[in-house]
T-cell receptor, first 112, second 114 residues
Framework: GDSVTQMEGPVTLSEEAFLTINCTYT??????LFWYVQYPGEGLQLLLK?????DKGSNKGFEATYRKETTSFHLEKGSVQVSDSAVYFC???????????FGKGTHLIIQP | EAGVTQFPSHSVIEKGQTVTLRCDPI?????LYWYRRVMGKEIKFLLH????????ESGMPNNRFLAERTGGTYSTLKVQPAELEDSGVYFC????????????FGSGTQLSVL
């Protein structure tokens, strides 16, 4: 079945550092790919998405590119802020599926 | 506009007891989803309602879990009897249309079965 693998944290960085959170996937067909973020005490929110190979999703300074050849969707940000501290989930939606398939989540901690 | 509301936020029960979780979706959202995150593992899809009908319940772990959405508004997820392995965070999400870009999540119910 479909699966998502992402680096597990916690990942601790200093403010203004460069961020990469790796995500790879296994799926049949051509899934849509997502990054969700969960801030403390809140529900998951869609951060960005990509629906086909080579698409780049971007939002709030975060980016991720759908790489079919490496089955990856790594999340990047050039300069992180303390307010980016949260749990980040990589996810996919396979063709015809009702539900999303999530990774385990990466806890990101940004120190001032 | 109110978001997706779940309660209780936390529930601690003993093995063998019954627990009912409730989700109030965003008003007007026909699609309602339940997910579960067991500690240290992935968030797993449980089921999907369209209005009051179960569209997909392939993720429900076993027959101790019963989800309902009478009237197509709020939904309940009952676990009876609860087992230790049922502990985790139960998330509810809703969307106006069946599509991922409009999926809104609640903050979850933390269930602990002792």
């Amino acid at each position: 079945g479909d699966s998502v693998t992402q680096m597990e944290g916690p990942v601790t960085l200093s403010e203004e550092a460069f961020l990469t959170i790796n995500c790879t996937y296994t799926a049949t067909g051509y899934p849509s790919l997502f990054w969700y973020v969960q801030y403390p005490g809140e529900g998951l929110q869609l951060l960005l998405k990509a629906t086909k190979a080579d698409d780049k999703g971007s939002n709030k300074g975060f980016e991720a590119t759908y790489r079919k050849e490496t089955t990856s969707f790594h999340l990047e940000k050039g300069s992180v802020q303390v307010s980016d501290s949260a749990v980040y989930f990589c996810a996919l939606r396979g063709g015809g599926a009702d539900g999303l398939t999530f990774g385990k989540g990466t806890h990101l901690i940004i120190q001032p | 506009e109110a978001g997706v509301t779940q309660f209780p936020s936390h529930s601690v029960i003993e093995k063998g007891q019954t627990v009912t979780l409730r989700c109030d979706p965003i008003s007007g959202h026909d699609n309602l989803y339940w997910y579960r995150r067991v500690m240290g593992k992935e968030i797993k899809f449980l089921l999907h309602f369209v209005k009051e009908s179960k569209q997909d319940e392939s993720g429900m772990p076993n027959n101790r879990f019963l989800a309902e959405r009478t009237g197509g508004t709020y939904s309940t997820l009952k676990v009876q009897p609860a087992e230790l392995e049922d502990s985790g965070v139960y998330f509810c999400a809703s969307s106006q249309v069946r599509g991922w870009e409009n999926l809104f999540f609640g903050s979850g119910t933390q269930l602990s079965v002792l």
